[in-house]
């Protein structure tokens, strides 16, 4: 019996700490607690174990170092920057001036607001970076709206509940850096594998919209015409995006000497800074060139755009790392913040707190594992894990399915932090056996772990709706009429649908690899097999590396000079010896005496 669980203890390790997780145990101190009784039970059964447990009381001493591993990683400094970025863009009102902004924009057509929740989640991913801020922010700000005009309240809690689990795969993604770390792969190159996928997942957001509003055309009606305070101009701004796309055509034409692939680049920021400029000193000055709404839509629209580039710009343009774009982002956050005048200490001191504790969240959960992850090593659980998936039959395709299947259903009960620290880890060797590339792995696996916040029971992007949706029949604050509450069953069901839409989008990045390895660029792919390697060889001949000869022997011109007699030379002389031989007429030195310094 001891040695039937001597060699299996890694397979008993890995389902007791799924047992310590469903009791309800902290993650963390689950991690540890079980790492550390295992390692005990390792230490006493490794003599029965056949050689399949590599555990002593000295590999404890290992702790120390990995635990200054994760103190000293670089790339996590940039999850509290990302966190407190987003934090303080919540408490700027960037949200509700976007929400109101672009449901104006798409008012007039029928699911106007749930388009404009989904480009303003896709927006709020692209610079907060933290799901519970996307999400909180729009269900505060757009709920009661689209519960006003009459939305559906499943379609409604659902449009608002999925739009903020994009921040999770839309770079700067907290979840993305993690990956990265995880995977011991760039998080630059992650975030470029990522953006694609996260780009195309909104288009498939947007797109079940458009099928709804034909299918059930009572469920989003359009914005009465009394809502509409921004009034009509769409045709002032289209022809204004036109000019601004006239001036950034023309600054690259004009910077691509100089500047190369970066031209178009700059070239939009021309473009963009020049029309943005235009729109505050039409609405400044009071000329009214463009409409109410071009004006509105520029002025609230190109301050996240511009924070976006500061961003992730820089970071795809190899200026900054990952940490570095997180701290300029931070810095833009609160100048922002500070250019509405809604930037006050008790802005910044509840960012900090609510960033103390995510880190803190993040930190103990990665100590936890260090631990876990030295016993389940110990007892050779990576073999364990990699020889049980790669045996999977269908080879690579029937591993992805088999990891997505499972990570679907570890969802349901652990988040994605939880998810990426302990079930990664033990992926990764099994994916390089296959060859698979890890940074289309990782944006996989993080398409599949954003479901881990939109299902029951678990779904933590319901949670924050729940938190902030009316519990209770309200009166309206504009029609005066009472409102009633929103229950957790149409949260609930109104996630479904975005879980598929979800499900199809990990389909169709297994489909469409390139949608992500695109970061990899278009490098020319060189054959090993065509390369030949020439060694050049010493000589005075043809051929090889022909040195001159400085009168016998192998010399360099003012350089190393070898005496007459080398080696190398066929025809050299005997070099004189130390009693003064042939080849040297110097008398031998006397070392029988002490040297004299006279």
Known sequence: MMEFIAVNLAPIMFVSLIIFLLLGYPVAFSLAANGLLFFIIGVELAPLSGGSINLSWPLLNALPDRFWGVMSNDTLLAIPFFTFMGIVLERSGMAEDLLDTIGQLFGPIRG?????????GALLAATTGVVAASVIAMGLISLPIMLRYGYDRRVASGVIAASGTLAQIIPPSLVLIVLADQLGRSVGDMYAGALIPGLV??????????????VRRDSMPALPLEARTLGSGVTSLIIALIVAAGFAYAAHIYLYPAHGENADILGATVGIGFIYIVALLDKGLKVNAMSRLAQQVIIVLIPPLALIFLVLGTIFLGIATPTEGGAMGAVGALVMAAAKGRL???????????????????LFILIGARVFSLTFYGVNGHIWVEHLLVAMPGGETGFLITVN?????????????????IIVPLLVPAANALGIDLIWFGVLLGINMQTSFMHPPFGFALFYLRSVAAKVPYLDRVTGKVTQPVTTGQIYWGAVPFVGIQIIMVGLTIMFPQMVMHYKGDAAVVDPNTINIVVPGFGTGGGGLTLPDNGGGLGLPGGLQLPGGSPLDGNSQKPADQN???????????????????
Not at 112 to 120: E, H
Not at 201 to 214: A, D, E, S, V
Not at 580 to 598: E, I, M, Q, R, W
Request: charged residues 10%.
């Open 580 to 598: 003064g031989g042939a080849g040297d007429n110097k008398p031998a030195t006397d070392l029988s005496a002490p040297p004299s310094f006279n």
């Open 201 to 214: 997942l909104t288009g498939l957001y947007m797109l079940y919209i458009l099928i709804m509003t034909f």
């Open 405 to 421: 299947l499972l990570v679907f259903f570890l969802a349901f009960f652990l988040d994605f932090f939880e998810l990426a620290f």
């Open 112 to 120: 106007g607001l749930a388009y404009a929740v989904i480009f303003v």
């Open 344 to 362: 006050s200490m008790e802005v910044i001191r509840s960012a900090l707190a609510a960033t103390t504790r995510l880190s803190a969240f993040v």
